[in-house]
């Protein structure tokens, strides 16, 4: 089995390559295509891929190539994590939005509006050449801002496009664990938009046990979104959120705290990475130093995220529990797995609506538990939104409907509506000024008129 990385020079690569090292089941990825318009970046990561594999007599093939279609030839998945403008562009969407003084972050707010109306135009494009020249294929999308990208590769791909995220499965896990039971036992009633969800309830054994996490106060801030929303909040809502919905829930506090920071987290991760790959680009590493670099990197990379929403919540640096990640490399995997093998699983991902939530349409990409299979992810059915919800979900919804039209159209007028319906943004004048210089500052902005 093939599988080609788009964004193969990216940081997290190895994440993936790692999970394919641990599968030894009979049909399991052969070989991986790392495809990448960064030289430089393909050269570090393939090393640190090697690394990885040292020692390991059945590991994946790896290869690499800055040619699009060759990494799509022969492919049967296709998994997207590309950034278009990368971190650079990444900080200007911060520092363009903080200076407004709204939401700069890379998926919520002003910088995911940013960010998707570079990105989707690339996707489109990504989608239609996956259709041409591997129209077998499956393609996994971690492409952010997830649900609008995973939405517009969707028009060209129909339901061979699924997107996948991190922080749904991390935050089912860490509930499961607090409520003493095993994760892979557990069913968790999560809904809602990438980056935009909550869990609801928590069924071990046909039993909800979430009423009994939200009875317990020390337990409920024992655990990284406890302590960032606070039991009280937490209580009030009946329901655990996903951890970006304290963008939303804290809004100009997290706002003041990226204001006051040092540097943005875009700003951090661009340095940072810029020392790490010229590290593991250097000629002639030593054995292992490609791949020690990265590890120090990740660590420190780990530790540091979301440090302004914890310093808004006073809940200080994070605990050793919370370190490990929601594991997408294990989520891409089980989805590979259960595809190519039949094997049923179920995994919360983006998928298309097709009338799970009534307050959106068909076509809407949500964030939900789906039951996957050979012929792909289905939905599960779930309970409508509570009304606070709805409201979220829709006005979210809308602004990223009217990114995919900027995108289509290449109206000026479309993008400002983009902006100017998102709950973070709330100013038609915000809107217009954030446009402005969003275009004047990204070259993949021209096309807006």
Known sequence: MRLTILGGGGFRVPLVYGALLGDHAEGRVSHVTLYDEDSGRLRAMTRVLADQAAGIADAPAVTATTDLDE??????????????????????????????????????????????????????????????????AWVINFTNPAGVVTEAMAEELGDRVIGICDSPVGLGRRIARLLGARPEDAWIDYVGLNHLGWVRGLRIGGRDELPRLLADA?????FEEGRLFGAEWL??????????????????????????????????????????????????????????????TRAEREATYMAENREVAGVGER????????????????LMRAIARDERA????????????????????????????????????????????????????????????AAASGSRADAVKAFALHPLVDSVGVARRLVAGYAAEHPGLGYLR
């Open 346 to 405: 179920t995994l919360i991902l983006n998928v298309r609506n097709r009338g799970t939530l009534s307050v959106l349409d068909a076509e809407a990409v949500i964030e939900v538990p789906c039951l996957v299979d050979a012929n792909g992810a289905h939905p599960v059915a779930v309970d409508p939104l509570p009304l606070h919800a709805v409201g979220l979900v829709t006005s979210v919804k809308a602004a990223e409907r009217e990114v995919l039209a």
């Open 71 to 136: 990494a799509l030839r022969g492919a049967d998945f296709v998994f997207s994590a590309i950034r278009v403008g990368g971190l650079e562009g990444r900080a200007a969407d911060e520092r363009i939005a903080l200076a407004e003084g709204v939401l700069g972050q890379e998926t919520v707010g002003a910088g995911g509006i940013a960010y998707g109306l570079r990105t989707v135009p690339v996707a489109r494009e990504i989608a239609r050449r996956v259709a041409r020249t591997a129209p077998g």
């Open 235 to 296: 209580r009030s809502l009946g329901a655990i959120p996903n951890e970006y919905l304290h963008y939303y829930y804290f809004n100009r506090d997290t706002v003041r705290a990226y204001q006051e920071a040092e540097q943005t987290r875009g700003a951090f991760l661009r340095d940072q990475q810029r020392g790490f790959y010229a590290e593991a680009g250097r000629p002639d590493p030593a054995p292992g130093a490609a791949l020690a670099a990265w590890d120090r």
């Open 218 to 222: 020390q337990a409920l801030e024992s």
């Open 319 to 334: 605990e050793e529990s919370d370190l490990e990640s929601g594991g997408y490399e294990k989520v891409a995997l089980a």
